[in-house]
Each structure stands twice: as C-alpha cells, then as structure tokens.
DNA sequence: ATGAAAGCGCTAACAG
DNA sequence: CTGTTAGCGCTTTCAT
C-alpha cells in the first residue's frame, strides 16, 4: 500500500494518553457531555483536531447496539422515480449524520429475500423500502418487523403487513388517465403493465377498470398486456404484438419504464403518436417534455415521498412518533402534454 | 416497538452454550475451517439454522479490521450515467457478499470532503468514486490515500493524484462529435458546459477546439457557454440567451442534465432541431432515441465503467493486483440520429 | 469532574 | 480437533 502508515492509527486511547485523562472521559468530553469541565473539553476537541482523530463507527455500533445506518431497499436504481425518492431519502438522513445502505433487489423476490438476513444482524437501525414486484410471500419482511425493527413502505407497499406507508393516489391517477383519453376521443383503451404483484399495479389497474365501465365500456382481458419487469426491450416485441392484434387507440402504461417500449413499439410499426394511438405513462422521467411527441405523464412526488418516508422513518427510531402506524397517500399529477392531444 | 423481543438475541454465545462447544469451535466452524470435524460443522450449521442465527457484522469488523464494504461517491444519482454506473458497480460487489455505502456530494466541495472523514474511520475497505466538479482542491482524497484505502476513480478523476482510472475518450469522442456537426454543415458550433473543474470538462473541450482549428475555424470564448452544475432549470435561460447572441449554428453539450435543457432552449425560442441548430449531447438517457427530435448522443459504457471499477477495486483489496496504478480508457460511442441531421 | 472496569460479539493466537 | 484467552475501540455504570 502506498505510504499505508497504519500504526499512526489514533483512537480514544491516543488520546488519552496524550493528555493524561482517562479514555471515558475522553468518550464524554467527545459526545459535550454535562459532567466534563469546558476547559477538558476544549483540551480534548484540540487533540482531537490535531492529531486528526476519528471515531471508529463500528466500535461505537457495536457498543450502543445501533448503528445510526438505515438501509432503503428499491427494486432498481436506473429509474427516475426511484432515484429521484433517494434523493428526498437522502435529503433527511444526510444531515443526521446517518447512513444509507442502499439495496437493489432488481425486481427479484429471491435478491430480496436473502437481503433480510443482513438486516436482522443489527447492521441498521430501520428500512424503507419499495418491494419487488415479484414478491408474493412477504414472510422475511415479517420476520425482521417481528426484531423491532421500523419498517417504512414506499409506493410499492405490502397490503398484508402493517407498516407506516407512503404511496400515491394510484387509483385515482389511473382513473384520471383513463378518464384523460376517453376525453381525447379513446374508444379501446389498453393497460399496458408488468407482471408481478404490487399493490400499485392493483390499484392501477383498477382505476383504468372502473373508469371505463362508469363511462359504458367493457373492459376485456385483452386490453391488458403483461409485459417483462426486466428493463430489457424484449418489452417492444410484447407491446408491438398487442398493438397489431388489439389496436388500441389510448395505452396507459403503469411504470416508467414501458414508456420507451411503448414509443418504440409504436414507431416500429408506423404508429403515430397521437394520431394512430394516445399514450399516458407513470413516469418521473424529466426528458417527456421533449419526447417526440412530449409525453402526458402521471408524475409522482418521488422526492417528496422519499422525505417523507426518511421523517416517519426518524419519528419511529426517536420515539417521537408511537401512535398507530400511518398510511400517507400523496397526490400525482396528470400533465397532459402532446402524446394525448385531440 | 410491536412485539420486539430483544431477548431472544442469538449469538455466538448462545450457540456454543446450546451445543455444550466453544465460541472459537463455533467461529470455525461457521467459517468452515479445516481444522472442525465435518460432523461438528454440521451440528452447528443446524442450531444457526435452527436458532436464526445472523452474525455481527459490526463485531466482526471491528475485530478483523476490515469492514467487507465499499464506500461509492458520486456527484448525483438522479443521472442516468451515473446509475447505470452503480448497476454495473453492484453486479460485482453483491455476489461477493460486500455492501456499497453510497455517498452524493451533488456536486459540491464542500460536501464531499466533509464524506472522507467518514472513511478514514476504517468504515470501508475501498473507495469508487467520481469527483465533484467544484472539487480543485484534492487534499481530502490524498489523505485518505495515504491511510492505505484503495481508490479508483471513474469518468469524472483527479489529474493530480496517482491511482486507478477509469474514463472514456473524451478527448476524441468530442473531437468526433464536433467533426460530425461540421459534416452535417456547421459553420458555427457552440460549446454548452457546467462550471467546475473535472478533467472529462478540459478533455472535452480540447477535442472541440482541436476539430474546430483544424477544420480551419476559429475557436472564440464566445463560443463556450458554462451553464450551473446544479440540476436546474435556470440553465435554459443561460442557454437561451447564448442562443440568442451567438446564434450557434451546432451545439455539443458536455453532460447529460444539459440535453433537457438545450431543447427547452431551442424549443422557447422557437428554433427547430436540427434545421436551426443541431444538437449533440454525452448522455446514457435510454430516451434520447425517442426524443423530439430523437437526440444524437455520445453514450459511455457506465455499466462496464462500474463493474470495471469494482474489479480493479477488488483486484487491489485482495492483493492480487499490486502492479502500478492503471488508467483504463473504454471507448464511448457516438450515436448518429435526428438531432444532427443535414 | 474524572477514572476504573466491564463488556458489546467476534476472531485469532496459541495450548492442549 | 477443540478450548482458553486476549482484545478490536468504544460507551456506560459506578466509584471516587
């Protein structure tokens, strides 16, 4: 190791000897504790200064019992909503001098299963998560739940547990889409989602439902296309199929990454967008403004949803917060753009 | 905390006491040691099993020094280079059972040194990082350097630091981006960069002056727009108004959040891509292609960026890599679409 | 106001 | 093959 001089190493001990106190004493005037003279701890934050001590986290984690480290669990990281929601995330725990421990489960349940065991070791004092959408048995969630340990939910929530949540209006989002492109002329409108078991997509789904039976339409099972939860583009070919078969004249595409798929698919097949089909996507993704055609977007608060989850999350690890688990429901926003013009 | 029953914590101790063995025998035999007969091995694999035994992570670091973690510092996450780069970064680190500590300077100096003291308190093992462009001064990074943690560095590097490298051609990649608006008719091509003092800026703007004086043009300042490093939407007003007095005739913009805001730009001013400006943007956007007008990108291998890194990381944690540092330069690719057609 | 001592859970010499 | 012992660096009673 170049110049690795590891025995200049400096710890409460160094310092200690330094200035001829005691290494508790040390630990207190460090932490401005009330039985330590200001003159000590003036003495001690100078040595520490000088000789460029710093703590050892995972002595002091393993004292205390906890770790001042969250961790957040998303499904993906190359994912506007997802990135943006860290951001919110990190926007809270940053100042507390608290640590994220960032795990991507990519969608799989088996990745997020095995994730747990890590958590149970007291590796972190809480979670926020968004659970994969392949998971169904929501065993292992429970389990670290069981250990004390704060959970807190994000926009892909499990029904099954009682847990603090932040999700949107996906319901009444997907309503409103669906209502955007019955207003825009649709007579076949398709849903356009990925497999897997989310509540989200529940909700999606049955906002489009019930938006277009109240309007006098049938919804068939045909007009909804399962798609891969991969980012992959085996998703054009999905969309392409539907599109030639069913020929739906307004797609409402549940998650950010169909977007794409979905522009793709209709471009390969001379589709124009939205003349020959009307499209509305759940995407955060900053560039649908100048999409060709911009894209009308449900955008969801990613950031603010993140924050959130970070203060419940902080509320349930100070205490602060004890009264029954909460569900906030944030509200999206529908911004029609050109890709659903008349 | 709902049914949090810390009592039944199951350590090494509780193991050993259940199985009438020492902590050390069940250490080994955790770890599979050779000198463990296969038959106590299997008895204390099944009462961990049994007993949902999780080890300290924190015990262990603390004891064995080394903690099985990375630290990754990188400007933002919310950019598609930059996740994509954290994918490619995870798909080495997680099979290898190491965590990923994620750190945001978000670009700025003052946040990212304020990070390094974190790391010199022996939290991680290694470093990957990309630095801020505000950062001119490297005294942090050397610091820690000299502590003996491996550090790679990845696109955005420290000219003034020796260690491994990770970075696109830059150089040539805007050479190539300037000679391919001077092919599709140029006479007058714009720079559109963010303030700040990363090497990839200088490289970038080498090769765009480089094509532009042996094309025979002149290369005036005028010429260089520098936008905010911040992720805002006042950077549109800065290019406008370049657009306005400059009146480019071809725009290069240097990193990916400045695409958006180039078309904003053009859009507000009613210049059509490309008949009144053509536009050519480094970015990994996977919605360049269907951008209006799909969008001519330099596009970095992020994802074989970051799992290169996490190699070479892992190459020097191991000590099987200890030849002098290296810097690896991977190709980018240019992408020819509308925004630069004749 | 300061210090002595115990111990968080684990690992690594070293003995047996 | 298994156990004893010491200690990683820190925090926290409990004395003084």
């Known amino acids: 190791m170049t110049g690795g001089n590891k025995n200049d190493k400096v710890n409460m001990k160094t310092l200690a000897k330094e200035l001829n106190l005691s290494t508790a004493t040390i630990s207190k005037a460090l932490r401005d504790s009330?039985?330590?003279?200001?003159?000590?701890?003036?003495?001690?934050?100078?040595?520490?200064?000088?000789?460029?001590?710093?703590?050892?986290?995972?002595?002091?984690?393993?004292?205390?019992?906890?770790?001042?480290?969250?961790?957040?669990?998303?499904?993906?990281?190359?994912d506007s909503f997802f990135?943006?929601?860290i951001n919110g995330i990190e926007s809270i725990v940053a100042p507390k001098k608290y640590h994220a421990l960032i795990y991507l489960s990519h969608d799989s349940y088996e990745r997020e299963a095995s994730m747990f065991n890590d958590l149970?070791?007291?590796?972190?004092?809480?979670?926020?998560?968004?659970?994969?959408?392949?998971?169904?048995?929501?065993?292992?969630?429970?389990?670290?739940?069981?250990?004390?340990?704060?959970?807190?939910?994000?926009?892909?929530?499990?029904?099954?547990?009682?847990?603090?949540?932040?999700?949107?209006?996906?319901?009444?989002?997907?309503?409103?889409?669906?209502?955007?492109?019955?207003?825009?002329?649709?007579?076949?409108?398709?849903?356009?989602?990925i497999s897997g078991y989310p509540s989200?997509?529940?909700a999606r789904e049955q906002g489009y439902r019930n938006a277009l039976t109240e309007n006098g339409f049938v919804v068939k099972d045909a007009g909804i296309v399962t798609c891969s939860n991969k980012y992959t583009d085996e998703n054009v070919n999905i969309i392409k199929a539907h599109l030639t078969t069913v020929k739906p004249d307004g797609i409402i595409a549940t998650v950010e990454q169909l977007a794409t798929a979905t522009y793709l698919a209709c471009d390969e097949l001379k589709l124009q967008i939205p003349r020959d089909v009307k499209v509305v996507c759940f995407t955060n993704q900053i560039t649908a403004a100048i999409l060709n055609p911009s894209l009308t977007t449900i955008?969801?608060?990613?950031?603010?949803?993140?924050?959130?989850?970070a203060e419940i999350l902080f509320g349930r690890l100070s205490g602060r917060l004890n009264e029954a688990k909460q569900e906030l429901i944030m509200p999206s926003q529908l911004i029609a753009r050109a890709s659903t013009a008349r």
Do not use: W
């Open 34 to 78: 009330y039985d330590i003279s200001p003159e000590t701890k003036l003495r001690v934050m100078e040595a520490a200064r000088r000789l460029n001590y710093v703590p050892n986290a995972y002595a002091s984690s393993l004292r205390k019992q906890s770790s001042n480290t969250i961790a957040i669990i998303i499904p993906e990281i190359a």
């Open 120 to 193: 149970a070791s007291g590796r972190v004092d809480g979670l926020i998560m968004s659970v994969a959408s392949s998971t169904q048995d929501t065993g292992h969630i429970k389990t670290l739940q069981e250990t004390g340990i704060p959970i807190v939910f994000f926009d892909r929530v499990c029904e099954d547990i009682t847990a603090d949540k932040i999700v949107t209006d996906d319901y009444n989002s997907a309503y409103n889409a669906a209502t955007h492109l019955l207003q825009a002329g649709c007579k076949n409108i398709s849903l356009v989602t």
């Open 200 to 202: 989200i997509l529940t």
């Open 299 to 309: 955008l969801q608060p990613a950031y603010d949803m993140g924050k959130q989850a």
């Open 83 to 85: 990135s943006q929601a």
